[in-house]
């Protein structure tokens, strides 16, 4: 497909993607975007065509709706990937999404601060991916920490190597699960006091004009840990427990 066809096609998808976005977490982001003029959008608002814009102040990328992205202290919640059923657990990760991905005999570790070449599932685009090892940081009390949790942030990049195609970053392909196979919570841009939104992944086009995108990946961790048996994940697709085609450890 040239780079005229895979634009209209792409912008084409966009606007119908985009009448998905005014709903909460659980609406999916935009399959693809046309351009490199980033539209900064958020797994729970609209998007727009304009160049990306993100202030000091975080937007939130997943929505911080207590009642969608509950305290990880909550013994109500449960989430079942694969066969994985988890519920609240003290002292345990805890996660609430409905967008998250599992560890299986498919998925291809390596270890941290390795590239491994992926494949988004739409947009045909072959993309180097680098993951660095998670930096624990305290992040006090304020939701969605407390005494016994903290961040775990992880430093990801992508680079485009195949000659065209697009793919569209978002922070819902990837998750972390311990060494049990529980998965953590991700912290959104607009509920965590540790990284900066506009430092966070967005979602993002990578596409003729923009080859290259990075950013920071937070997820909710319990105290006092050995974080190298965690396991952090992508894949394309990443809905409902998903096993991850890529994961990174050590």
Do not use: H
């Amino acid at each position: 497909m040239n780079t005229m066809r895979q634009r209209t096609l792409a912008a084409a998808v966009v606007a119908v993607a985009t009448l998905g976005l005014t709903g909460c977490q659980d609406s999916a982001p935009p399959v693809a975007k046309s351009t490199a003029s980033s539209t900064s959008s958020t797994d729970g608002g609209s998007s727009s065509g304009s160049s990306s814009t993100s202030s000091d102040t975080p937007s939130p990328t997943e929505s911080s709706s207590s009642s969608s992205e509950s305290s990880t202290s909550s013994s109500s919640s449960s989430s079942t990937g694969g066969a994985v059923t988890q519920s609240s657990q003290a002292g345990a990760c805890n996660n609430t999404s409905s967008y998250f991905i599992v560890k299986g005999g498919n998925t291809k570790v390596a270890k941290y601060g390795a590239t491994q070449s992926v494949q988004g599932d739409t947009g045909n685009a072959t993309l180097d991916l680098t993951v660095s090892k998670g930096e624990a940081k305290d992040g006090g009390s304020d939701y969605p920490y407390d005494a016994d949790t903290q961040a775990l942030v992880f430093d990801v990049k992508f680079k485009r190597t195949s000659s065209d195609g697009f793919y569209v970053a978002t922070p819902l392909a990837f998750s972390l699960v311990d060494e049990s196979g529980r998965n953590c919570a991700r912290a959104s841009s607009g509920s965590n006091n540790v990284v900066l939104g506009k430092d966070m992944i967005d979602v993002e086009s990578i596409n003729d004009d923009k080859t290259e995108y990075g950013g920071k990946v937070v997820f909710v961790v319990p105290k006092n840990k050995d974080y190298s048996k965690y396991t952090f994940l992508w894949n394309g697709d990443y809905k409902g427990g998903t096993e991850a085609g890529y994961g990174w450890q050590g």
